[in-house]
């Protein structure tokens, strides 16, 4: 059985920053895509980012490029993001995702999503 563990989330300051964990159990990570989405109240979910398995390159979306890192850590199984320079905007619940499928990943329809995580940025 497959489980991604969100963790990490929480109450920041604009202009602060958060590193997101997200653990994955009951699949071979090493080789799966990697991907953070978000949901902000009222709005539909959105891709954040998303991490190759085999080269270890990554896709960003616009409104992230520049503040958000996305990493893995195929030992632990883990990937992570790190927010930097944190927005008003960026408050939403953010969602782990993993696919074998870089390209379903990316469009949303992964093989796997992660309960979520609340982060809030506090202008």
């Known amino acids: 059985q497959v489980h991604l563990v969100e963790s990490g989330g929480g109450l920041v300051q604009a202009g602060g920053s958060l590193r997101l964990s997200c653990a994955a159990s009951?699949?071979?990570?090493?080789?799966?895509?990697m991907a953070w989405f978000r949901q902000a109240p009222g709005k539909e979910r959105e891709f954040v980012t998303a991490?190759?398995?085999?080269?270890?390159?990554?896709n960003y979306a616009d409104s992230v490029k520049g503040r958000f890192t996305i990493s893995r850590d195929n030992a632990k199984s883990t990937v992570y993001l790190l927010m930097n320079n944190l927005k008003s905007e960026d408050t939403a619940v953010y969602y782990c995702?993993?696919?074998?499928?870089?390209?379903?990943?990316?469009?949303?329809?992964?093989?796997?999503w992660g309960q979520g995580t609340q982060v809030t940025v506090s202008s």
């Open positions: 995702a993993a696919g074998r499928s870089f390209a379903a990943v990316i469009s949303g329809t992964p093989r796997y």
């Open positions: 991490i190759r398995w085999n080269n270890g390159s990554a």
């Open positions: 009951g699949l071979p990570f090493s080789i799966y895509n």
